[in-house]
Structures are given as structure tokens and as C-alpha cells.
């Protein structure tokens, strides 16, 4: 038995069997085979590639089928043979041959105004890297007939977009940071997940009998029999504990005495808005929009479309983040230059007004057009200072008349900030009259107000997200005459919603899978219990 | 061969028709699929034109680039053995609404 330690991501347990997915090889395009022997292991490799796939399309239905479907078809594309082909004979390995052929098929895929033609850009990649895979000896599953526990170096939204999730009750990566993308996703999908865990990669074979602990982010490696049977009534236990709270799923959320605190969801994509209605969000709190530039700023039309299927699928209130972009989520195609301090560097809505015409502009517009079908609001992060938000005021404007004088239908929306920064909480009641609320992003305001980096383990216990700093700055958030709430971490942690509602916060936004845990909670006390417990807490 | 390729030139026929994108979504992956392996069943040259952009009919990632959305014209040429009916099988397919 053996025990290591990452950060925890997504909370949960799981006790079950580990599937390791071995990363690919870094690729070269130096070869020592000739042009016939490349040639040939190209094609094995695409035979190879396109039997699995089609084994695993006669077992799949639905969306996963789809996705399938078209990796076959990818595979077996004419376009791809011939263009690798050609770029063997000039004396590169078949890696480097089809990586050229794929990026330029994803570049031109992903300008697209179209987001679901653009988003093919992704399924490119995927065959891309199926190929890699295959050439390297490498077989990668996509789908489970058992439980597993999954195992990675690291896993980018289109690998886990690509794989069936039903049989996976845990993720364990060697790399990424709790708020990373993969945690993102995980989170709405309620699968327990640890990132960052030094060594697991070399620890761990398939097949092991593996205990993930996702709410302390310890990984148990052949767990005793005595640990086995801790895990297994705690499992009982967190099983039954769901069931009560999905009783409060299609309830409203109130405290004990009925006062309303709406439960909202944190989304990143369309399938994170189908599970947030799906488990009752009252609308969503944090579109978080990021995941549309992982390929590059999309066009406005393509945002246009894609905000537009959202609100198709959530009528609520969504509340959209613009670009929260910076030196640490490197976009395709805007060359901001590395920094050694990404968290303080040119990010967010920094990057947004000095850039306006590439990032914030073509956003704005695209919001303001799809507020004619969708009940959306703005809401800009990383913000410091009221003249922020004045500029942002500017922009809109300029926009609104922009869409005017061009005839496209626009309609003016609600501008909010997110709290994020101890600037901003300190002097939020500045900013009365620029905005029209403001959201309390918890993860990054205690961040920067313990100067604790949250990717970093070693200071992570130094952080006191509910200390007495943290207090003091959400009750002078709370006091600001601006209505608020909460979208980070805070807002599901079962200590920190009775103080939350008893500084006045009435809207909390959550991941999908919490949201019927908070509204269970939130019934079980009264607003009268939830503010003593603030006024004692703040007594401290 | 030489004699080979001569006969195929003389028994070539280039067909082209112009046709509207019928599927409510464009050439999305779902329709572009079925239009692409429709296509391969043929031995001829078969190419997709719109605007002044022309792509392999059986490659579904060049099908895809042409970004072509419900409503939009474009045109299908094809340029060989079975020409014809290779035009016969698709252009009905792609005026269809395929999803």
C-alpha cells in the first residue's frame, strides 16, 4: 500500500481499477527509414486505427457514436493519405507528415464562422493524435465495458469530450491545476478528480486496484483490506447522501424559513448548460467563456451562434464572462509574450481593453446581438479599478451603435464585474452607477489577498478561504450597495453558504453536479441561524 | 499503360451541376459523412466548388473546410469512369435534408 498526494479537483471517492493512458512521444521529424518504410507504417497505422474505431462504433449510440463515426472517416480520408504521402517523400518521419496535415486541416476548420464546423477542428486533432498514437504503439481506449479509474499525464477537453464517461469513476492527471480545464469539466460532471499529482505516471500500471480521495487528494496504490472497507462504507454513505439531495433538485432554492437564494450553475460549453438544467440551476451565474478560444478568438458570427445555442438550451438568466485570457491559457494566434507572473500579468479584462478590436469588441457585439434571443448579461473579469468598467461602458456603447448603423439586431444588457481582486472588494461601493452587479470569484480573490498561488501545493494550507480576511473583505464586498453573488469554489462548500447568505448574498453559482447539494443545504437552516454564525465568525 | 490512360480519356466526361445545401445545418460532420462516403463508391475524379474553393468530394475534412451552410450553392463536378452516376447518387443527397 502506498500513498500519494495531488491537488484535489473535484470532490468524491472512488475504489476501483486503473486505466493508464500512456502519453505520446514527443515527435520528430527526423527519420532513419526510408520513404517506403514510413509510407508503410502510415498505412498499418491507419488500418490499425480504423479497425478499433469501427469495432467501438457498433457498441456506441448517441453523441459518442457520432464522434466516432467521424474519427473513422477521418482516418479513412483520401486527403489526409495523400497529402502525408507527399510530405514523406521529402524525408520526414510519417509523425511529423500527418501532424503538418493534420494542423492545417484544424487551422482551416477552426476559422470557420461556423462553431460547430469550427469545433470539427478539435475532432481533427483527435484523429491527429489517434494516428500519433497508433504509430507509436500506443493503443488508446475510448470506451469502458468495466468501471476505471483514469489515469493521464494530462487530458485535454476534446479527450475527455471523446471518450465515454459512464464507466470512469475517477480521474487522476499528472499534470493541470484545480482550475484547470479538465477540472472544469469533471466538476460539471460530478466525476471525483485529482490533478497535479507528482509521480503517478510512473506509479501506477494498468490495472491496479487503485482508492481516489477527491476531496483530500490522496491516491491510494493497493489499498489494505482494512482501507478498502473505510472506502467502501464511505462510499455508502456519499451514495446515499446524493440521493437525499436530488429530492431538492426541481425546488428553488430557500433557506429554512423561505427566504429565496437562487442556485445557479457555472458552465464553460453547451453540454455543461444541458447538465445545469438537468440538475436544476436557476439560471447560470458563470458562462465561462474560454473554452471557445482554446483554438483562437472565435469570429463574432461564431460567437453569435454559439451564445445563441446556449440560451436554447438554458432560458434563465446567463450571465456571460468575457475572455478571462492570459500568459497562463496561452490563445493560438495572440502572441502574448510568456510572463513570469501570468496571475499578476496582461490578462482578463486588461488584455481586453488594450486589445479591444482583436478580443473585446467582436464579444461585446456578438453578446449584444445574441441578448435578442437569450436573456444574457456581461460580466468582465480581473478587474481593479471603476475606470475599467467606464471603458467597458464606452466600448458597449460604440458597439450598440456599430450594430445599429450595420441594421444586425442588438439589445442592450446588464454589466457586471467579477469581485476578484482585493482592489475591487475594497473599493467596490466606487463603482455604484458603472454597474449593475458583481460576482465574488472566491478562488482568485483569496489567491491574491493571501498571496497564495492556488497551482502550487506546497503554499496551498497557507490560504484560509474562509479566514478572517476573507470575511472582512466579503462583508465590505456585501455592504457595497451593488447586488452580488458568489461563483467560485465557496459558493458549494457546505461551511461557507450559511455565512455567504448571512452577509445578504441571494445568489450562489455553482458546478452542475453541487447544485442539488447547496440547495439542501440552504433548506436546513434558517437566515437568522446563517447570520449569527457570520456575526460570530467576524467576531473572531 | 500509355494505351490505357488514352482509352480512359476518350471514355471520360466531366458532369457538372450546380445544387442548394439542403440540410437544415450546412455540411456539418453527420451530413458531410454520408455525402463523403457516397462519393467514394464512385472511381471518378469528384470535386466540390463553392465560391472560387474546390475540394475532394471523398475527403470529409476538405468537405468540411468549405464551411457550407443550408441555403448555400455549390457545385459538383465530377470527371471520369461512372461521372454520370456518381452525379445521379449525390446530387439528391445534398439537396436533402440529411440533419
Known amino acids: 500500500m502506498k500513498t500519494l498526494q495531488g491537488i484535489p479537483a473535484v470532490t468524491g471517492i472512488a475504489l476501483g481499477v486503473a486505466h493508464v493512458i500512456k502519453p505520446l512521444a514527443p515527435i520528430t521529424a527526423a527519420t532513419q527509414r526510408t520513404c517506403e518504410e514510413e509510407i508503410a507504417r502510415l498505412t498499418a497505422a491507419l488500418n490499425s486505427g480504423k479497425a478499433q474505431l469501427a469495432t467501438l462504433q457498433a457498441t456506441m449510440t448517441g453523441e459518442t457514436a457520432?464522434?466516432?463515426?467521424?474519427?473513422?472517416?477521418?482516418?479513412?480520408?483520401?486527403?489526409?493519405?495523400?497529402?502525408?504521402?507527399?510530405?514523406?517523400?521529402?524525408?520526414?518521419?510519417?509523425?511529423a507528415a500527418v501532424t503538418q496535415v493534420i494542423d492545417q486541416f484544424a487551422q482551416q476548420l477552426a476559422s470557420l464562422p461556423d462553431p460547430y464546423l469550427a469545433a470539427r477542428a478539435d475532432d481533427a486533432r483527435a484523429a491527429g493524435r489517434?494516428?500519433?498514437a497508433e504509430l507509436q504503439g500506443i493503443t488508446q481506449s475510448l470506451q469502458f465495458q468495466e468501471d476505471v479509474i483514469l489515469i493521464a499525464q494530462d487530458l485535454s477537453p476534446a479527450e475527455v469530450a471523446e471518450r465515454d464517461l459512464s464507466h470512469v469513476q475517477a480521474i487522476v492527471t499528472e499534470e493541470g491545476a484545480a482550475t484547470g480545464h479538465l477540472a472544469i469539466v469533471a466538476q460539471g460532471w460530478g466525476i471525483p478528480t485529482i490533478v497535479g499529482m507528482a509521480g503517478i505516471m510512473a506509479s501506477i500500471e494498468n490495472g491496479q486496484t487503485l482508492v481516489v480521495d477527491g476531496e483530500y487528494g490522496t491516491v491510494t496504490i493497493d489499498p489494505d483490506e482494512a482501507t478498502r472497507t473505510v472506502t467502501h462504507t464511505r462510499l455508502a454513505h456519499l451514495q446515499q447522501q446524493q440521493k437525499e439531495a436530488l429530492q431538492y433538485r426541481d425546488r428553488p432554492g430557500m433557506t429554512a424559513d423561505r427566504v429565496p437564494v437562487a442556485v445557479l450553475a457555472n458552465i464553460g460549453s453547451l453540454a455543461d448548460a444541458r447538465k445545469a438544467v438537468e440538475m436544476g440551476a436557476e439560471g447560470v451565474g458563470l458562462f465561462r467563456t474560454e473554452f471557445l478560444a482554446a483554438n483562437g478568438i472565435p469570429s463574432e458570427d461564431a460567437q453569435v451562434a454559439y451564445y445563441t445555442e446556449i440560451a436554447k438550451v438554458m432560458p434563465l438568466p446567463i450571465t456571460i464572462r468575457t475572455f478571462d485570457i492570459g500568459g497562463d491559457k496561452p490563445v493560438p494566434g495572440l502572441n502574448i509574450p510568456p510572463e513570469g507572473n501570468p496571475f499578476l500579468g496582461w490578462r482578463g479584462i486588461r488584455l481586453g481593453l488594450d486589445r479591444p478590436e482583436e478580443i473585446l469588441l467582436p464579444q461585446l457585439r456578438a453578446i449584444l446581438r445574441a441578448a435578442t434571443v437569450g436573456n444574457f448579461q456581461i460580466m468582465l473579469p480581473m478587474v481593479v479599478a471603476p475606470q475599467e468598467a467606464t471603458q467597458t461602458r464606452a466600448l458597449l456603447d460604440q458597439a450598440l451603435s456599430q450594430l445599429e448603423r450595420e441594421g444586425k439586431p442588438a439589445r442592450r444588457v446588464l454589466l457586471g464585474?467579477?469581485?476578484?481582486?482585493?482592489?475591487?472588494?475594497?473599493?467596490?461601493?466606487?463603482?455604484?452607477?458603472?454597474?449593475?452587479?458583481?460576482?465574488i470569484g472566491t478562488n482568485d480573490l483569496v489567491q491574491y489577498t493571501f498571496a497564495v498561488d492556488r497551482t502550487n501545493p506546497r503554499v496551498q494550507a497557507r490560504a484560509q478561504p474562509l479566514g478572517l480576511a476573507t470575511l472582512r473583505l466579503l462583508a465590505q464586498i456585501s455592504n457595497s450597495g451593488i447586488p452580488i453573488s458568489i461563483c467560485g469554489q465557496l459558493a458549494a462548500d457546505p461551511q461557507a453558504i450559511p455565512l455567504l447568505v448571512g452577509l445578504g448574498i441571494r445568489k450562489l453559482s455553482v458546478a452542475p453536479a453541487s447544485i442539488p447539494k447547496v440547495k439542501q443545504l440552504l433548506a436546513s437552516q434558517t437566515l437568522e441561524e446563517m447570520q449569527a454564525k457570520i456575526w460570530q465568525a467576524l467576531r473572531a | 499503360m500509355q494505351k490505357e490512360?488514352?482509352?480512359?480519356?476518350?471514355?471520360e466526361q466531366v458532369f457538372e451541376q450546380s445544387v442548394i445545401i439542403g440540410s437544415k445545418s450546412g455540411l456539418h460532420a453527420r451530413p458531410a459523412s454520408i455525402i463523403v462516403q457516397k462519393a467514394k463508391e464512385f472511381p471518378c475524379q469528384i470535386d466540390f466548388i463553392k465560391a472560387a474553393k474546390t475540394v475532394n468530394a471523398k475527403s470529409l475534412l476538405a468537405v468540411l473546410t468549405l464551411g457550407a451552410e443550408n441555403g448555400d450553392q455549390i457545385i459538383i463536378r465530377a470527371n471520369g469512369e461512372k461521372a454520370d452516376q456518381a452525379l445521379a447518387a449525390l446530387v439528391p443527397l445534398l439537396e436533402e435534408n440529411l440533419g
Open chain 1, 417 to 439: 464585474i467579477m469581485v476578484e481582486t482585493p482592489a475591487a472588494a475594497l473599493t467596490l461601493d466606487h463603482f455604484r452607477g458603472l454597474i449593475d452587479f458583481a460576482s
Open chain 2, 5 to 11: 490512360h488514352l482509352i480512359m480519356s476518350m471514355s
Open chain 1, 66 to 95: 457520432e464522434i466516432i463515426a467521424t474519427q473513422h472517416e477521418i482516418l479513412d480520408d483520401p486527403e489526409l493519405y495523400e497529402q502525408s504521402l507527399a510530405l514523406i517523400q521529402t524525408g520526414i518521419s510519417a509523425e
Open chain 1, 130 to 132: 489517434r494516428i500519433i
